[in-house]
């Protein structure tokens, strides 16, 4: 794609140049400038067609690769086995104000801060099954890109689109101190790339009024976990 475009831009100047130079072999100086001036707005328009169409594209590129990318965990399965209310993550007590370059990134960060700090905070462990044949290419997930969102919550491809989708139900809550469990040790992950099953362990603040989450991983939505009740192990 990034090569067309090279090649509309050299075509552009060369039949910009071409036009101009003819214009002033075969017209008048005047009729020549006219032409010349004429051709140059010719190429701008057809330009910012193409600039626009290329735009476009790339924006569908990156939705289907995105979509390629969550594939690998479409009609994913979770086992719980615990929730338990936590306090919120140590992070969360650090001062970083001082931090911004300005009062109004300042202010967003301390009313997100005051958001997360008022927050009702599970630590939840459960295992999640990718299925065992996932569509695409990619093999592996990365946990770096799970979010828990509203149980109700649209996939994010199509929350776009849906004008009844406010603010609150489209909401994600990122996942803190996150810990693979391993033998039945909870380890600091080296790397966010995994393959197969895995089991987790982290930390996440919710609405008081939030009773059930999803995973979302890109445009997939997987498993169910409800809140506050402790589950009894079992895929859902």
């Given at each position: 794609m990034c090569r067309q475009f090279l090649q509309y831009l050299l075509a552009a100047l060369f039949v910009f140049l071409v036009a101009t130079v003819a214009a002033f072999v075969y017209l008048p100086w005047w009729q020549a400038l006219l032409a010349s001036g004429l051709t140059f707005l010719l190429v701008i328009v057809a330009g910012k067609l193409l600039i626009q169409s290329f735009l476009a594209n790339i924006g569908e590129l990156a939705k289907e690769l995105l979509t390629m990318n969550g594939k690998v965990l479409r009609g994913a399965t979770i086992e719980v086995h615990t929730i338990e209310p936590t306090d919120p993550p140590a992070a969360l007590s650090q001062d970083l104000t001082g931090e911004f370059d300005n009062d109004q990134d300042r202010r967003e960060f301390e009313q997100e801060l005051e958001r997360l700090r008022s927050a009702k905070w599970y630590r939840i462990e459960t295992t999640i099954f990718p299925q065992l044949r996932s569509e695409g290419t990619m093999t592996h997930w990365d946990i770096d890109d799970l979010r828990l969102v509203r149980s109700t919550a649209k996939p994010s491809?199509?929350?776009?689109?849906?004008?009844?989708?406010?603010?609150?139900?489209?909401?994600?809550?990122e996942l803190y101190d996150l810990e693979i469990v391993m033998n039945g040790?909870?380890?600091?992950p080296e790397t966010s790339k995994f393959y197969g099953p895995q089991r987790l362990r982290f930390k996440v603040g919710v609405p008081e009024s939030v009773s059930e989450l999803?995973?979302?991983?890109?445009?997939?939505q997987f498993g169910l976990i409800r809140l506050p009740e402790r589950l009894l192990p079992g895929r859902r």
């Open positions: 491809a199509f929350a776009e689109t849906e004008p009844d989708q406010d603010a609150a139900e489209a909401e994600e809550f040790t909870c380890e600091t999803t995973f979302r991983y890109f445009f997939e």
